[in-house]
């Protein structure tokens, strides 16, 4: 799992998930990268602390939430409208 397509799942998710009005709350697992997760290299961040793009994803739809903006269309960057191609 390479974090750029972390960071793409994870939004995709998050639109999801964000659409769903019986949700109250979306969590995720692993804050750091350790050898004990259940999904390798699936935390949010490295085990030298360091954020991955899926971190600042987080904070972005969080920012838009907060702002008022809590639109579930948005696109991961990269990607395009009816395209499974990277741009």
Do not use: C
């Amino acid at each position: 799992l390479s974090p750029l397509v972390q960071s793409h799942w994870l939004e995709a998710f998050y639109n999801i998930a964000l659409s769903k009005p019986f949700l109250d709350s979306v969590t995720w697992l692993d804050l750091l990268d350790h050898d004990q997760s259940e999904l390798p290299h699936g935390a949010l961040a490295t085990e030298a602390m360091k954020a991955k793009g899926a971190f600042h994803r987080i904070v972005g739809i969080r920012k838009n939430i907060h702002a008022g903006n809590a639109s579930t269309n948005i696109r991961p960057l990269g990607f395009s409208a009816g395209s499974n191609t990277h741009a």
